[in-house]
C-alpha cells in the first residue's frame, strides 16, 4: 500500500520499539498497522483516554477546538466519542 513518508516511519518505528502504541488516524496506515499487529489508537482515542485517566476533564472544548481545524471527522463520531465520555 502506498503511504506517506511519515506514516510508513513512525509504523517502522513501532515495529522497533516492544510494547508501544501508535498514534495514527490515517485509514491505510491503521490497516496495515492492524495487519502487523501493532498496538494502535487515534487523536480521538487518546483524547477519550486522557478524560478516563483524570488529565482532562471534558473532551467538548478540546473536540470543539479540533473542528476548527483541518482534521476530518463526522458529526457522527463527534457524537459517538462525546457520549462514551459521558458528555
Sequence with gaps: MDLDLGE???IALTLEIE???LLIDDL?????SKRLNLKYS???G???RAK???IIKHIKPVLG?????D???????FDIILEQAGE
Design 8 to 10: 510508513a516511519s513512525v
Design 19 to 21: 510494547n508501544s502504541i
Design 28 to 32: 491505510k496506515a491503521r490497516k496495515i
Design 42 to 44: 487515534g487523536t480521538f
Design 46 to 48: 487518546l483524547i477519550l
Design 52 to 54: 478516563q485517566e483524570g
Design 65 to 69: 477546538k479540533i473542528r476548527n481545524t
Design 71 to 77: 482534521f476530518r471527522f463526522s458529526d457522527k463520531l
